[in-house]
């Protein structure tokens, strides 16, 4: 049963009984309806409706968008609770989301929990609220907020909804608060369909869409939305429903709302496969090594996750500067709220910092995130096993350096994973896991535990040169440069993969990030480069002429006031002079071309990757792509973009790109098993 009915006295206690987020499926929704009928004949002269388990309801079953709606409709299930004479009373503790919230906007009263929160976020699903959200939540709160709420989808805390009118009160015991609460005043309430609309402000929704036009660029919900708010405001309440479920019903089945859920869903798979049954190494004492940008950001997201901390540097100097990193970041959260001060008082005292390897003698788990050296990796990597105990795991934070050459340092290679953090480690979600060829499950499961633990997204992947993202990043950005040399200047192609949905093009980003690490990688590869693969020297050049991005206040632009980013003529004029001192005939790319050419090199090179099994799965490398490269969320991820656009016509394609350039468009063998079998790229397997 997803929903149980009980009474104490003349009051109906409802409970969404659904787990484990209480999605609002066929058989919730089915008995909510029979709920209010059971209220109605058994003279009570209140309902309170409330999740089980410590939530409300997370909104509607995203599992049932592929299939047809079946009734009864969540819209018609709310309108009976509207309709209803006994005064329905919400009673939310976690979260009340998307549907969940318009259940609550349903009924006459809202009473939240302090740690509560409630929201519309259904356009991160590629959708609109469904059902009433666009039309009650106007009529409660007004249009700004409503349209805010809405076209923006994050969610808001207790205080804040009382603050604004959503909900009525914050009390400890929501369900005692409404059991207890004034009689009279209760049936006072009047439906909020029956509030008046809000008056059409266009100033606020003018300002609304200016904000989605630089927020939400190349989305449809956050847009449809607006314009479904706007059009309700000036129609009877039941005619603003029936265009709210118009649009929510086409936008469910739109492209964007299929990548976006394939995107959430993939996340949510990213766990430790069943296959894999060895338990992990227990973890409470964590020892870093290395107290840089990555090692004191490394250190936050574990003291955040609850864990005691140790970082090992070099002396003195070096024990500081990473107490001051990891102090700086606590001290940030703690300004912007995000902890509070006992919060932060808990980091620092299970922080602390060392120069002598012995004060990590009781530590389980070590990551090393020193300079990106294989010599100082495996000094490293023999200095802990000599001082961590016999089972401890030790990872490295390595980006790109061989996790075998490092592992064959020490005595157990079987114990060494890595784990490839994203600056600010703290911050990014994505934790690529790094398995090498003498991993251990028990290693493995250990990274997954991790990954669990920080609340990131594990992504398994093997030992190649970068990895699946970097090595995708690196066929980015060569692709790049070869469209740039051979027609086309850094700010066509940042505007045309900006027009694609990236939020910055690949010379934006390199200017932010410093043309020298690219220029180290490249020096790092010289030896093993194909000296057949075609070359592209005007990344050298730019390094050889100082131009290392904002930092040097010069890169692929010029940032004369150190904010503000120009177009510079001379990076124009050199990619000029060393296509003609390579003899190249350049044409004029079109935007079309330069997207074409540079997503169809990261698509064959993410197929290799899939195909030689240094990826696990397509959905892996869609969740690498979106949460730690940047790429759309709304476009799914690569390999779902790559099955939009077909195998076939991508094999076509690159056969016709081949005869320019047979090396660098040489076709993954998984792209044309795909075009021949008729399987999608999401389903391909390793070979
Ligand atoms: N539908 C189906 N399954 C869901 C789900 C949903 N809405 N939300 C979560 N799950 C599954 C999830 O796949 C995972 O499954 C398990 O629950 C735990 O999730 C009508 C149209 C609620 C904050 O967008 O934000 O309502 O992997 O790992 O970290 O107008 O889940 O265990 O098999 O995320 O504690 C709008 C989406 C829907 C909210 C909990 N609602 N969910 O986070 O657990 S559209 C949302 C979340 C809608 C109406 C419209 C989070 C959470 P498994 P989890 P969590």
Redesign the pocket.
């Given at each position: 049963m997803s929903v149980t009915t009980r009474r104490e006295e003349n009051v109906g206690y409802v409970t969404i009984d659904n787990s484990?987020?209480n999605?609002?499926g066929l058989s919730v929704r089915s008995g909510l309806l029979e709920a209010v009928a059971w209220a109605e004949k058994s003279n009570l002269e209140r309902v309170i409706v409330s999740g089980k388990g410590g939530?409300f309801a997370?909104?509607?079953?995203?599992?049932e968008f592929d299939s047809e709606p079946v009734e009864p409709h969540?819209p018609d299930v709310l309108n009976a609770i509207d309709d209803s004479f006994i005064p329905w009373i919400a009673a939310i503790e976690g979260?009340a989301?998307?549907?969940?919230a318009?259940i609550a906007l349903a009924c006459r009263m809202r009473i939240m929990a302090p740690g509560a929160s409630i929201g519309f976020?259904?356009v991160?699903?590629g959708?609109i609220?469904?059902?009433g959200?666009t039309q009650r939540l106007p009529r409660l709160v007004g249009l700004a907020n409503a349209l805010d709420m809405i076209t923006f989808g994050k969610p808001m805390r207790a205080q804040l909804a009382r603050d604004i009118g959503l909900v009525h009160a914050v009390e400890d015991d929501p369900s005692y608060a409404a059991f207890m609460f004034n009689s009279e005043e209760l049936g006072s309430f009047v439906p909020v369909r029956d509030l008046p609309e809000p008056v059409i402000d266009t100033a606020v929704i003018d300002a609304a869409r200016e904000r989605l036009a630089n927020k939400s660029r190349g989305q449809i919900a956050p847009f449809r939305a607006l314009e479904v708010i706007e059009a309700g405001m000036e129609l009877p309440f039941l005619e603003g429903l029936t265009i709210e479920r118009r649009a929510?019903l086409e936008l469910r089945s739109s492209e964007q709302a299929k990548s976006l859920r394939h995107i959430?869903?993939a996340e949510?798979?990213a766990k430790a496969p069943a296959s894999l049954t060895a338990d992990p190494v227990a973890f409470d004492h964590v020892a870093i090594v290395g107290g840089g940008m990555m090692g004191s950001g490394i250190a936050y997201a574990l003291l955040h996750a609850g864990l005691r901390v140790t970082i090992v540097e070099n002396g003195d100097e070096g024990v500081e500067r990473a107490c001051t990193n990891v102090d700086t970041i606590i001290a940030a959260s703690l300004q912007r709220g995000l902890i509070d001060e006992a919060g932060a008082n808990s980091r620092r005292e299970r922080f602390s910092a060392t120069s002598d390897y012995s004060d990590v003698a009781d530590a389980t788990l070590a990551i090393e995130a020193a300079y990106e050296s294989i010599d100082v990796k495996r000094t490293v990597f023999r200095a802990l096993e000599y001082a961590l105990p016999a089972n401890a795991i030790l990872a490295s934070n390595t980006s790109y350096l061989d996790l075998n050459e490092i592992a064959n340092a020490v005595s157990k290679p079987s114990q060494v994973i890595g784990l490839h953090f994203f600056a600010p480690a703290h911050i990014m979600k994505l934790l690529e896991i790094v398995v090498g060829e003498h991993t251990s499950d028990a290693a493995l499961a250990t990274g997954f535990a991790l990954g669990k633990r920080l609340r990131k997204i594990p992504v398994a992947v093997g030992v190649c040169d970068g990895f699946v993202g970097n090595r995708i990043l690196a066929r980015y950005r060569e692709a790049a440069d070869t469209v740039l040399m051979d027609g086309s200047t850094p700010w066509d192609i940042d505007e045309a993969m900006v027009e694609f949905g990236y939020a910055m093009g690949p010379y934006c980003a390199q200017d932010l990030s410093g043309l020298d690490i690219a220029h180290a990688n490249r020096r790092r590869q010289d030896a093993t480069r194909d000296p057949a693969r075609r070359y592209i020297p005007i990344a050298d050049r730019m390094v050889e002429l100082g131009k290392l991005g904002r930092k040097t206040g010069a890169g692929w632009y010029r940032y004369p006031d150190g904010s503000g980013r120009v177009d510079d003529p001379i990076v124009a004029d050199l990619a000029l002079e060393e296509a003609h001192f390579a003899g190249i005939k350049r044409v004029d790319y079109t935007d079309d071309e330069i997207r074409e050419r540079i997503l169809l090199a990261m698509i064959n090179e993410a197929a290799d990757l899939l195909h030689e099994g240094i990826a696990r799965r397509a959905s892996d490398i869609d969740l690498v792509v979106v949460c730690g490269y940047g790429f759309p969320r709304w476009r799914g991820g690569l390999m779902h973009y790559a099955d939009t656009i077909g195998a076939k016509s991508i094999v076509a394609k690159i056969e016709s790109l081949s005869v320019e350039d047979p090396i660098a468009w040489k076709i993954s063998p998984l792209l044309q098993q795909c075009a021949s079998s008729g399987i999608l790229i999401s389903d391909a397997k390793p070979a």
């Open positions: 484990p987020v999605a609002i939530m997370a909104g509607a079953d995203a599992k969540l979260v989301l998307g549907g969940g318009e976020p259904e991160t699903l959708v609220p469904g059902a959200g929510f959430f869903f949510r798979a």
